[in-house]
């Protein structure tokens, strides 16, 4: 059983890391398309033409029998048209875990922290108006484009993401523990999307800054089990799992991503498309 993953940093990672906690035997083929990040920050023209490119290699090249879009942006963007040029590739996108967040709030305050693309697209806006609205629920969405800088510089611990996740939230005047803002303003919100798949390894980090009474939900999960919904025979192939891993960037400085965030490399290569 083969399996694609594309996003386009080292953030897809958290999902691949979901799929190895499961203990799926599989082939993964993982690619980075570090040449060409941020994602959130391109048009969307751009990031459809990536994903085409990069799924085409993955069909001809491996014969992928799933492709996860392990990127919030890239499935906003890009999934419909991904559908529609491969109508017999079972394809799971990622988005913002909204839904799951309405049903789990008690205070109908929850935020959403993502890219300028991600928030600002029609998906999102959708799955609110869904989801949030008619409930009555207030979504507060947060544009942190820069922690996606973190996590790739490998800054996801100390005080450079301490303050970077302040200098993003203080605005927001969320209630924390043991901290006073003017209490006619503050926010009490109990849920927290983490609504890029760069965010889950700033997880501690976000934790600290908002408190334990404060729930940061990772889809990576639920990616899992949606993608084995699809392919029932892959839970019960003897195989041992395999992961091969490419980058469109640097592939030395892709080599010491993977061993900071204790990957086990089968194989890495660059890719130049």
């Not at 392990?70 to 909204?98: D, H, Q």
């Not at 091969?244 to 290569?269: E, P, R, V, W």
Request: hydrophobic content about 40%.
């Amino acid at each position: 059983m083969n399996i694609g993953l594309i996003d386009s940093g080292i953030g897809g990672l958290s999902v691949l890391r979901a799929f190895i906690a499961a203990g799926v035997p599989a082939n993964f083929f993982y690619i980075a398309d570090s040449g060409h990040l941020p994602y959130g920050t391109k048009s969307d023209a751009y990031i459809e033409t990536r994903m085409e490119i990069l799924t085409d290699f993955l069909v001809q090249t491996h014969q992928i029998d799933a492709l996860v879009i392990a990127c919030n942006t890239a499935t906003a963007v890009s999934a419909k048209s991904l559908r529609a040029l491969y109508p017999n590739l079972p394809l799971i996108g990622i988005e913002p875990a909204i839904k799951p967040a309405t049903l789990l709030t008690k205070t109908r305050h929850i935020a959403v922290a993502a890219t300028h693309s991600t928030i600002n697209s029609p998906r999102l806006k959708g799955l609110i108006e869904r989801f949030a609205t008619p409930s009555g629920i207030t979504v507060h969405t947060i544009e942190a484009g820069p922690w996606v800088t973190l996590v790739e510089s490998g800054e996801i611990y100390g005080e450079k993401a301490q303050q970077s996740i302040e200098t993003l939230l203080n605005p927001y005047q969320f209630t924390r523990a043991n901290h006073t803002f003017n209490t006619e303003k503050t926010v009490q919100i109990d849920q927290f999307i983490l609504g890029c798949t760069h965010f889950p390894f700033l997880r501690e980090a976000i934790q600290d800054y908002l408190g334990d009474s404060v729930n940061l939900i990772d889809p990576a999960r639920s990616i899992v089990k949606q993608t084995l919904t699809l392919l029932p025979s892959a839970k019960n192939d003897q195989a041992s799992p395999h992961y091969h891993f490419y980058t469109t960037g640097d592939l030395s400085h892709f080599k010491t991503q993977l061993s900071t965030l204790s990957f086990h490399i089968d194989q890495a290569d660059a890719l130049t498309r």
